[in-house]
């Protein structure tokens, strides 16, 4: 590929202060070394904390619900709560530090491939997740494992907190456990499995259809997976550890794609707990999962069907690294740069608007002061506006509405309805921190096609028309919205 | 609501000479026929939407998710409480239901089923346009969805739009022509943008108001159904329905999404007017729910389930299909309710309806030319 459009097609492009790295692969394999800090400068708050916020607001609500039956004190207690819980802020707290890391940090090749995982291993939008626990476990658990296996990636992810509560693993039980042998001898109905997530652990994280799996595969997976859950709870508050409880596990040997799993160890709270990890170490190592992971990454990347000798050197790369992500990271991009062009990638919503803003200079998502809250006044315009925008392009990342996670094709991104919201957007530049008063518009808009094109003379010539026609924001659509900003 | 025009007028001017102009002489007014599909992703339970009330079984297999209080219809199945304005139409002879019904896919994975409910075809992510869009494809006929993308569906078919209500302004149309002339080498963004030049102004409308709520997108769709120039074809979709955990019963979260496909068909009932007589509309949904309840007083994901179809194209109310039964040596792989008939047959045959067309053409062109017997006198007759 040639040097502006690969970073702009791996990367967010480049800064107006940006120096034109002289070897760009180079540039962006060595992004994928190490974990870059977060640059944000206002408070991190840990996952745990996160969880202790959330099981502070769900048992406050469901109190608040059951005693106050008052309809307006009940509104204003309401109004309390949220705001002294942070219900309202705090998604868009995390999607303002994962902006700020993109727009501003010096790893964005890394940050794209952590926004591509994220979506892989996708939480819907239910439960109150998306509000108070993805963005913090993708930043703190997601983050760290990208230098990692991808084995181990997948394990880590299958029990964070949010994965188990949005694919219900923490309902499933046994059917012949010894929680529903003690329920049938007492005469109570059985509690016994729940199958989703046991399904998407093959189907979305590991081996995907193509694998060939059954019907019993799929319950063999989920007998594997139960007696993972929540530990620790009281009635009436949600748990907030993840742990093992082999009185819940289904016992015997489970046969999941031909291959045994024993159970194994002799504690009976421990009983079968190794199981769920030689199942995704034999998944990750199969064929099944090499292919359609590095599937994935090359229509992430390179174009929408992509082609096997693109493929391959993923594969190539993971069978010699034995699954290592920092290698498997770095043939995506040699595969990239090498077949990058002359295919085209349609960007994501959430893509195109944080490069929009990185080439710009834009004061997007806008300075972190802004997002000190003092958990007792409403919200304000500044505040808001981060999810609003990304609502009306459609692509909350927080907010899948299916495990899948968001689409990543141009059939799936192109329609009237979203075109007409990023022209819309440009349309009112201040919204994304692109103010009149500062630099002409038009300057700002021939300044990033010099910057980030490696052949800037078309985007030139329409923003030369316009230039006697005192048109300032439509410099900006014209440029922003253009083809060769919106595909790459 | 609080609306305000998403274009300036003055700059409106090249979007009204290029709209289309259909003279009210030519009087095809009265014969435009509308269907609305209303996609219900995650595995729509037709057994809590329409239960089976002939024998306990069901009741039995479902302790603590069971309908309790259904609405009975006939001696052997009954509606779900939430399915109060399908109820309405089905004493007006306005709503039925086609049973124990699937596409032909039995592997239980959504992503595939979504896929293949919209495609029409039996192979997961291959074919790369959707029946309802094939079927068009020499239609003469507009389409709108009521969703973001432009759900795989309708792709394949020609006038296509999408649309949800939004705040921001679009530039002007001047504006506008600077990106048609740079996109004039992509033909899939230079079509985008062309519908967009042409929509009516009332889709250039912005509101403030950012709900989603189900009735307010049913009331969007409703009004432009009714133009006699507008859309004939409109698709919703509702995500939600793979309730794995704590499904409900008469409420709870499977019955919360009913309810909105419920609002909808009542919403463009009114809407519609005298154009409801006109109109049908059809669910459609990837597999139906297993019939034992799980660990988490939920379901699994299962195979048959149910069409609810409402409107005035219909006849008569009646329950259509061949009930399998819910005795486990009637079920699907023993836990599923069974499909006695490819629901594309169904779909196909509303299409032919709608359109106008032979019924035998509509299969060749939409549905692959598979094996699907015609259910037209079954719906229609």
Redesign the interface.
């Known amino acids: 590929m040639k040097t502006k459009a690969f970073i702009r097609r791996v990367g967010f492009g480049l800064k107006p202060d940006e120096q034109v790295p002289t070897n760009p692969l180079d540039w962006a394999k060595e992004q994928m070394l190490v974990v870059p800090k977060l640059i944000w400068p206002g408070r991190i708050y840990s996952e745990k904390e996160m969880l202790d916020i959330r099981v502070d607001f769900t048992t406050s609500e469901d109190k608040l619900q059951k005693t106050e039956k008052d309809p307006s004190k009940a509104k204003a207690k309401k109004r309390k709560l949220y705001r002294r819980t942070g219900r309202k802020f705090f998604e868009r707290y995390e999607l303002a530090i994962r902006h700020h890391q993109a727009v501003y940090g010096n790893q964005p090749v890394f940050e794209r491939f952590w926004h591509f995982w994220g979506n892989h291993f996708a939480i819907v939008d239910k439960n109150k997740l998306p509000v108070f626990n993805t963005g913090p476990m993708q930043r703190e658990q997601l983050r760290p494992l990208m230098t990692g296996r991808f084995a181990d990636m997948v394990y880590d992810m299958t029990l964070t907190w949010p994965m188990i509560k949005s694919?219900?693993n923490f309902?499933?039980?046994g059917p012949n456990s010894a929680f529903n042998v003690n329920r049938r001898r007492k005469n109570k109905?059985?509690?016994?499995?729940?199958?989703?997530h046991g399904?998407e652990l093959l189907?979305?994280h590991t081996i995907s259809?193509q694998a060939g799996y059954t019907?019993v595969d799929?319950i063999n997976a989920a007998y594997i997976m139960t007696g993972w859950g929540f530990i620790g709870g009281k009635k009436g508050v949600e748990a907030k550890k993840i742990g093992y409880q082999g009185s819940l596990h289904e016992p015997g040997t489970h046969t999941v794609l031909g291959k045994k799993y024993k159970t194994e160890g002799f504690s009976s709270k421990t009983k079968g707990k190794k199981q769920l990890r030689n199942l995704i170490e034999n998944l990750c190592e199969s064929e099944d999962c090499i292919n359609f992971i590095a599937w994935k990454l090359c229509r992430h990347f390179i174009c929408d069907n992509p082609k096997p000798e693109m493929i391959k050197i993923i594969i190539d790369a993971w069978k010699k690294s034995k699954g290592m992500l920092p290698d498997i990271h770095k043939a995506v991009l040699e595969a990239t740069w090498k077949y990058g062009e002359p295919e085209q990638k349609f960007l994501s919503p959430e893509t195109w608007l944080i490069q929009i803003a990185r080439m710009t200079g834009a004061d997007w998502p806008g300075n972190p002061k802004i997002f000190e809250y003092d958990f007792e006044s409403r919200l304000n315009y500044k505040q808001k506006k981060i999810s609003?925008i990304l609502?009306?392009l459609?692509h909350l990342p927080f907010r899948a509405?299916?495990p899948?996670g968001f689409?990543d094709t141009?059939?799936?991104?192109?329609?009237?309805?979203?075109?007409?919201?990023r022209?819309?957007?440009v349309?009112?530049p201040t919204?994304i921190g692109l103010y009149k008063n500062s630099l002409p518009l038009i300057d700002i808009s021939k300044k990033m096609v010099n910057k980030n094109f490696d052949d800037p003379r078309e985007l030139l010539g329409?923003l030369r028309k316009?230039e006697n026609k005192n048109?300032n924001?439509?410099s900006l659509?014209?440029v922003l919205?253009?083809?060769k900003v919106?595909?790459v | 609501m609080n609306i305000s025009r998403?274009i300036f007028l003055s700059g409106s001017a090249s979007l009204i000479v290029s709209a289309p102009i259909i003279s009210r002489a030519f009087g095809s007014t009265s014969t435009k026929k509308n269907l609305v599909v209303i996609m219900l992703?995650?595995g729509m339970d037709g057994l809590t939407a329409v239960p089976f009330i002939g024998n306990n079984i069901l009741k039995k297999a479902r302790?603590d998710i069971g309908v309790d209080k259904p609405i009975k219809i006939t001696s052997d199945f009954a509606l779900h409480p939430q399915l109060k304005k399908f109820k309405k139409l089905w004493d007006k002879n306005k709503a039925s239901i086609f049973h124990a019904t699937s596409i032909p896919y039995t592997?239980?994975?959504?992503?595939?089923g979504q896929y293949l409910m919209e495609s029409g075809g039996t192979v997961?992510y291959y074919d790369?346009t959707g029946w309802l869009g094939r079927a068009l494809e020499t239609a003469n006929k507009k389409s709108l969805s009521i969703?973001?993308?432009?759900p795989?569906i309708l792709?394949g078919g020609k006038d296509?739009?999408?649309?949800?209500p939004?705040?921001?302004?679009?530039?002007s149309d001047?504006?506008?022509k600077?990106?048609a002339?740079?996109?004039h080498d992509?033909e899939?963004?230079s079509n985008?943008?062309r519908?967009?030049r042409k929509?009516p102004i009332a889709m250039m409308q912005t509101s403030k108001n950012?709900s989603q709520d189900v009735k307010r997108l049913a009331k969007i769709a409703g009004q432009q159904l009714v133009q006699p120039n507008g859309p004939s074809i409109a698709v919703f979709d509702i995500?939600?329905f793979?309730t794995?955990?704590d499904q409900g019963g008469d409420n709870g979260e499977h019955a919360k999404k009913l309810k909105q496909f419920d609002e909808i068909i009542g919403t463009l009932e009114d809407e519609l007017g005298s154009a409801f007589e006109d109109t049908i509309i059809v669910s459609l949904t990837e597999f139906g729910r297993t019939v034992d309840q799980?660990?988490?007083?939920?379901t699994?994901?299962g195979y048959g389930s149910a069409i609810l179809m409402a409107g005035g194209l219909l006849p008569k109310s009646k329950i259509i299909g061949d009930w399998p039964g819910l005795e486990k040596k009637n079920l699907f792989?023993g836990r599923d309710l069974d499909s006695s008939i490819d629901a594309r047959a169904v779909y196909a045959s509303i299409l032919a309806r709608v359109l106008d067309r032979d019924h035998k053409e509509i299969v060749k062109n939409a549905f692959f030319n598979a094996n699907l017997p015609d259910m037209t006198q079954r719906i229609f007759g």
């Open positions: 694919l219900d309902k499933s039980r109905p059985e509690k016994g499995l729940n199958e989703n399904r189907e979305l259809p019907q799929v609003w609502g009306e459609g509405k299916q899948n689409p141009e059939a799936e991104w192109l329609s009237q309805e979203y075109l007409v919201r022209i819309a957007l349309n009112n919204q329409i316009l048109s924001s439509n659509i014209a919205c253009s083809r919106l595909k | 998403r992703r995650g302790p592997g239980r994975s959504h992503f595939e997961p790369k969703s973001l993308p432009m795989l792709r296509l739009d999408n649309f949800m939004s705040a921001n302004r679009l530039p001047e504006t506008l600077i990106l002339a740079d996109y992509d899939a963004l985008v943008l519908t967009i929509r950012s995500a939600g793979d794995h955990a799980n660990g988490g007083s939920g699994e994901h792989e």
